[in-house]
């Protein structure tokens, strides 16, 4: 199976810990990153992806305003950027390992965050980045970090 994202969940991702617009909507995301995590492909979509499928029923779902697109295109510059011999156009790619190390690199220096402007959920994930990942639910984190005590 393949899971449909638009491009800048693909950057939302990296720094999901739980935490969401709705209960539905995080169990939703939190499920998604589980079929991931087990090794399913990413197909890139234009427009309301999986993830956005609870909020699609709300009245004023913003996953259909041009604002949103926009967040995908400049997302989608700043993925191909980091991941040149990704080919987007094919529009379905593994994630691996080593993708999501050089993206979460890249997020926490800022230099891929150009969707992520005014985004309500920009100081929760720049936190998260600055904490090296701790508690996100996508693997690997960018540093393996032992529990206290150990």
């Known amino acids: 199976m393949t899971v449909r994202l638009r491009a800048h969940h693909l950057l939302c991702m990296l720094a999901f810990a739980g ?13 998604i990153i589980k079929r ?7 197909e890139l979509v ?7 499928e609870p909020m699609l029923c709300e009245e004023d779902c913003h996953c259909h305003n041009d604002s949103v697109s926009q967040r995908d295109i ?12 990704l080919d987007l156009t ?35 994930c720049t936190d998260i980045a600055q904490n090296e990942f701790r508690g996100c639910h996508l693997w690997p984190p960018l540093k393996k970090h032992l529990p206290i005590g150990s």
């Open 46 to 52: 234009g427009g309301p992806d999986e993830i956005c």
């Open 36 to 42: 991931l995590n087990a090794g399913e492909n990413i």
């Open 90 to 124: 094919t529009r379905t790619f593994p994630l691996n390992n080593n993708a999501i190390s050089q993206l979460r690199a890249r997020f926490k220096d800022g230099s891929i965050r150009n969707a992520c402007k005014d985004c309500e959920w920009y100081g929760l």
């Open 19 to 31: 935490k969401g617009y709705t209960p539905a909507f995080v169990a939703n995301y939190t499920a």
């Open 74 to 85: 400049a997302a989608a510059g700043d993925i191909a950027a980091v991941l040149p011999d």
